[in-house]
């Protein structure tokens, strides 16, 4: 069985716990390979490692670092479709969603190949009798990232794209679910001229998460995963004093006023919501008709769209989308169904029960669609993160702003109009993190920041753009003074003002 190993000091490592986890080909069902489960020592050896090799990294001039951001784009690019692969092997997701989930990822490497022009710093000259004050962003040293399965190439990207071309050293630990890819991008970081050390893997669960969040060396720690766990991760790196950035859960709305164009709105809605299974954190499980005959219509023909729908293999270039990633999360998603339905809420189409021929022992689930949910149904409430959309029935653009803002989460929402007095007036007023007005799903390019409201974030530093490189940097600012030598300068018993 192959194992996948650990990549620490720029090279492979087996495992020393003895503990491992299943890696799954979702399409089949079968164990494709294991993966070490790291100890408290093998997370420590990577972070010396990381800990040697920052300090020459850091004195790289900006230029040479941004270099080999240029050239691990090129390698990704050049790699694309072997990766691609490999990734939908292992999450199960089509394989042209995984060159967005790749291609989402280069577009932060893009960012970071600009990052001398970042770290420029502040200068004032004058600020006072012959003193100068300046300012720079220094790396913070070493950095670590823990990500999930749903985005096994762009989130790692989002971290250590920005870490690495600040100056920082990383260790990285992906999800278990899906490891192989962030292995293969860590050995292009090396080939792209990387020193050994600067990116390294260790695979592990909570033991390898808790080894980071007590590791004195790191000095900061980027999460993205669920809610629960985000604010764990928070709570127990502030308690050491790191800087903590923990992204969460989401239940992304879909808003759509009665003067929507509904023809592309519902091609929209159903590539948001059953896209990658609804494995995305952007989805948009819940859609908010607003009147009557907007949730008539829309009805209508959503139950027409999903039955255009094909689930198939990660490699089937026809199917919209492919298995999730686990039994036990098809499972999961079927329990939720299961709960919507004893709550009351009306299961119009049932994706339960669907069976791929040739693949009966994949974790396929077909697309879901429940009419008449109520806010104060769990099912509504919780995060299902499967291919179930839920429409909750709102009277006024009022209500349908009220149902995102008083959610739990507020990570992405979307409205969809012709209106864009109304669109400007949710967008200011709507309590969530990333807004679409006629755009589905929100993620913002890589110069701007990605981040939730609420519980879909801890901490207050967005991903990526100029809030990453706040994130995986400190300020130093100094003030200089060049007196003339002549030692009649005054010192000064109270504090010194520029007078
Ligand atoms: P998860 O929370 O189960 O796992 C995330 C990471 O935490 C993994 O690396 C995992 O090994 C680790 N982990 C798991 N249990 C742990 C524990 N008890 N202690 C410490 N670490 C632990 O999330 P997942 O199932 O891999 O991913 C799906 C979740 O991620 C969804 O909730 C989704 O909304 C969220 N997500 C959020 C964003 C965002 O930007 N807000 C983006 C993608 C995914």
């Given at each position: 069985?192959?194992?996948?190993?650990?990549?620490?000091?720029?090279?492979?490592v087996?495992?020393?716990?003895?503990?491992?986890?299943?890696?799954?080909?979702?399409?089949?069902?079968?164990?494709?390979?294991?993966?070490?489960?790291?100890?408290?020592?093998?997370?420590?050896?990577?972070?010396?490692?990381?800990?040697r090799?920052?300090?020459?990294?850091?004195?790289?001039?900006?230029?040479?670092?941004a270099?080999?951001m240029?050239?691990?784009?090129?390698?990704?690019?050049?790699?694309?479709n072997?990766?691609?692969?490999?990734?939908?092997?292992?999450?199960?997701?089509?394989?042209?969603?995984?060159?967005?989930?790749?291609?989402?990822?280069?577009?932060?490497?893009?960012?970071?190949?600009?990052?001398?022009?970042?770290?420029?710093?502040?200068?004032?000259?004058?600020?006072?009798?012959?003193?100068?004050?300046?300012?720079?962003?220094?790396?913070?040293?070493?950095?670590?990232?823990?990500?999930?399965?749903?985005?096994?190439?762009?989130?790692?990207?989002?971290?250590?794209g920005?870490?690495?071309?600040?100056?920082?050293?990383?260790?990285?630990?992906?999800?278990?679910?899906?490891?192989?890819?962030?292995?293969?991008?860590?050995?292009?970081?090396?080939?792209?001229?990387?020193?050994?050390?600067?990116?390294?893997?260790?695979?592990?669960?909570?033991?390898?998460?808790?080894?980071?969040?007590?590791?004195?060396?790191?000095?900061?720690?980027?999460?993205?995963?669920?809610?629960?766990?985000?604010?764990?991760?928070?709570?127990?790196?502030?308690?050491?004093?790191?800087?903590?950035?923990?992204?969460?859960?989401?239940?992304?709305?879909?808003?759509?006023?009665?003067?929507?164009?509904?023809?592309?709105?519902?091609?929209?809605?159903?590539?948001?919501?059953?896209?990658?299974?609804?494995?995305?954190?952007?989805?948009?499980?819940?859609?908010?008709?607003?009147?009557?005959?907007?949730?008539?219509?829309?009805?209508?023909?959503?139950?027409?769209?999903?039955?255009?729908?094909?689930?198939?293999?990660?490699?089937?270039?026809?199917?919209?989308?492919?298995?999730?990633?686990?039994?036990?999360?098809?499972?999961?998603?079927?329990?939720?169904?299961?709960?919507?339905?004893?709550?009351?809420?009306?299961?119009?189409?049932?994706?339960?029960?669907?069976?791929?021929?040739?693949?009966e022992?994949?974790?396929?689930?077909?697309?879901s669609?429940?009419?008449?949910?109520?806010?104060?149904?769990?099912?509504y409430?919780?995060?299902?993160?499967?291919?179930?959309?839920?429409?909750?029935?709102?009277?006024?653009?009022?209500?349908?702003?009220?149902l995102?803002?008083?959610h739990?989460?507020?990570?992405?929402?979307?409205?969809?109009?012709?209106?864009?007095?109304?669109?400007?007036?949710?967008?200011?007023?709507?309590?969530?993190?990333?807004?679409g007005?006629?755009?589905?799903?929100?993620?913002?390019?890589?110069?701007?920041?990605?981040?939730?409201?609420?519980?879909?974030?801890?901490?207050?530093?967005?991903?990526?753009?100029?809030?990453?490189?706040?994130?995986?940097?400190?300020?130093?600012?100094?003030?200089?003074?060049?007196?003339?030598?002549?030692?009649?300068?005054?010192?000064?018993?109270?504090?010194?003002?520029?007078?």
């Amino acid at each position: 069985m192959r194992e996948v190993m650990h990549f620490i000091d720029g090279r492979a490592v087996a495992g020393t716990s003895g503990r491992f986890s299943d890696v799954f080909n979702p399409n089949t069902g079968d164990v494709q390979a294991k993966v070490a489960l790291a100890t408290a020592a093998e997370v420590d050896l990577a972070v010396q490692s990381a800990a040697r090799a920052q300090v020459g990294w850091a004195a790289t001039n900006p230029q040479r670092r941004a270099r080999v951001m240029f050239e691990f784009k090129r390698l990704i690019e050049a790699n694309m479709n072997d990766l691609a692969e490999l990734l939908s092997s292992e999450h199960g997701k089509v394989v042209a969603d995984s060159k967005g989930d790749i291609q989402r990822g280069l577009e932060v490497i893009e960012f970071a190949c600009g990052i001398p022009h970042a770290l420029k710093g502040e200068y004032t000259e004058g600020a006072g009798p012959g003193i100068d004050v300046y300012s720079m962003r220094q790396p913070i040293g070493v950095g670590a990232g823990i990500t999930p399965f749903n985005f096994p190439a762009m989130i790692p990207m989002w971290m250590f794209g920005v870490a690495i071309a600040c100056g920082n050293a990383f260790v990285l630990k992906p999800s278990e679910r899906d490891p192989s890819v962030p292995v293969r991008l860590a050995e292009l970081m090396m080939e792209a001229g990387a020193p050994a050390g600067v990116l390294n893997v260790v695979h592990g669960d909570k033991t390898a998460v808790d080894a980071l969040l007590d590791h004195p060396v790191v000095r900061g720690i980027s999460f993205v995963g669920s809610s629960d766990i985000a604010n764990y991760v928070y709570a127990r790196g502030a308690q050491n004093g790191k800087r903590v950035q923990a992204m969460g859960g989401a239940k992304n709305h879909g808003i759509v006023l009665p003067d929507a164009d509904l023809d592309q709105t519902v091609k929209d809605l159903a590539g948001a919501a059953f896209g990658s299974a609804g494995e995305r954190c952007m989805a948009l499980p819940v859609v908010v008709p607003v009147g009557e005959k907007t949730a008539v219509e829309l009805r209508e023909r959503m139950i027409a769209e999903i039955e255009t729908l094909k689930v198939g293999v990660s490699n089937d270039a026809a199917a919209h989308y492919g298995p999730v990633v686990s039994a036990a999360h098809r499972d999961r998603i079927s329990g939720y169904i299961q709960t919507g339905v004893d709550e009351g809420a009306e299961l119009v189409v049932d994706g339960r029960g669907f069976a791929l021929q040739g693949y009966e022992k994949g974790f396929f689930i077909g697309p879901s669609l429940f009419d008449h949910v109520k806010p104060g149904m769990k099912s509504y409430q919780d995060e299902i993160f499967g291919p179930v959309l839920q429409m909750v029935r709102a009277e006024s653009f009022e209500e349908a702003l009220t149902l995102p803002s008083q959610h739990q989460y507020g990570n992405g929402v979307a409205i969809f109009t012709r209106n864009g007095r109304a669109a400007r007036e949710f967008a200011s007023r709507v309590e969530v993190g990333m807004v679409g007005v006629n755009v589905p799903i929100p993620v913002p390019v890589a110069y701007h920041t990605f981040g939730g409201w609420k519980r879909s974030a801890f901490g207050d530093t967005n991903q990526h753009g100029m809030e990453g490189v706040k994130f995986w940097t400190r300020v130093k600012t100094v003030t200089a003074r060049w007196p003339d030598g002549d030692g009649t300068g005054d010192s000064a018993f109270v504090i010194p003002t520029m007078r």
